[in-house]
C-alpha cells in the first residue's frame, strides 16, 4: 500500500514510522489512507446573519452570527460550528478562535475563525485515525483557509410614526448559505 503524502506539508513530523500494509481492521476503515491521501473538509450550509435594531432613536441592540456544519470523511464526523457577536459593525474580524461541537465522546477538536470584512475563514481541526495498527493511532493536524463570497440581501425598516415601546429602526443582513469542499494548506501526522 502506498500513500500519497505529496501534498502534505514537507515538515511532516512522524515521529513514529506509519505500519504500512496492515488490515484495517477498526470500523473507521480508510481513515488513515483518507487523511494521507487528497483530503479534504466538507463546509456545510456556511451562513452569516445580522441584525442591528433601535429600540428607540439612540439605543442600539445588534448582533450578528455565523453557523456551519464541517465534516470530515475521514472519520465520517460531522462538527457543529457557531458563534454570535455584538461588536459593531461587522461582528467578526478574524481574530477570535470559537470551538465547535463535536459529539459526544469523540476526540475530534475543531476551532474556526472568520472575517466578516475580507469573507476569510480558517479552520483548524484535530483527528485521529486507528484503523491501521491500534497501538499506534495517528493524529491529523490540519489547517484550511478559504475567502468566502457571500451573497447577501439587506432589509430596512424605519418606523414611520415611532413611539416609546416600539422598534424604531430594524436592518437585517442574511446571506444565502454556502457549501464547498475545503482542502487543508497545511496538514501535519504524528504517530
Ligand atoms: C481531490 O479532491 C478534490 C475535491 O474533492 C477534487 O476536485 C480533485 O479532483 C481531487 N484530486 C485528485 C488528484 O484526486
Ligand atoms: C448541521 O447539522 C445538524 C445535524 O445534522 C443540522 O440539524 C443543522 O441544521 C446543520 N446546520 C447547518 C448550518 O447546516
Ligand atoms: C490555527 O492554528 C494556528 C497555529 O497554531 C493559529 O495561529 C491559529 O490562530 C489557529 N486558528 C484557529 C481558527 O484556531
Ligand atoms: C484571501 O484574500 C486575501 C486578500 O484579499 C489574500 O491575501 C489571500 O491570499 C486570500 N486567501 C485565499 C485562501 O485565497
Redesign the pocket.
Known amino acids: 500500500m502506498h500513500y500519497f503524502i505529496g501534498t502534505l506539508a514537507a515538515t511532516l513530523p512522524l515521529a513514529v514510522a506509519i505500519p504500512y500494509g496492515l488490515t484495517p481492521r477498526a470500523s473507521k476503515t480508510g481513515c488513515t489512507s483518507l487523511s494521507f491521501g487528497n483530503f479534504s473538509w466538507n463546509v ?2 456556511f ?1 452569516y446573519t445580522a441584525g442591528y435594531q433601535f429600540t428607540t432613536p439612540s439605543h442600539q441592540v445588534s448582533s450578528g452570527s455565523v ?3 464541517l465534516t470530515n470523511p475521514a472519520v465520517l464526523e ?1 462538527v ?1 460550528c457557531s458563534a454570535d457577536s455584538t461588536w459593531l459593525t461587522d461582528f467578526f474580524y478574524g481574530n477570535i478562535n470559537y470551538n465547535c461541537q463535536a459529539a459526544a465522546g469523540s476526540t475530534t477538536k475543531t476551532s474556526f475563525s472568520f472575517s466578516r470584512p475580507s469573507g476569510e475563514l480558517n479552520i483548524n481541526q484535530t483527528w485521529t485515525c486507528n484503523d491501521e495498527d491500534p497501538r499506534y493511532p495517528v493524529t491529523f493536524r490540519g489547517y484550511g483557509t478559504v475567502n468566502l463570497t457571500l451573497d447577501c440581501k439587506e432589509t430596512n425598516y424605519q418606523n414611520p410614526d415611532w413611539h416609546q415601546g416600539e422598534t424604531y429602526s430594524d436592518r437585517r443582513i442574511t446571506c444565502a ?1 454556502v457549501t464547498l469542499p475545503l482542502k487543508p494548506h497545511e496538514q501535519t501526522a504524528v504517530a
Open positions: 456545510e450550509a451562513t453557523q456551519f456544519n460531522k457543529t448559505p
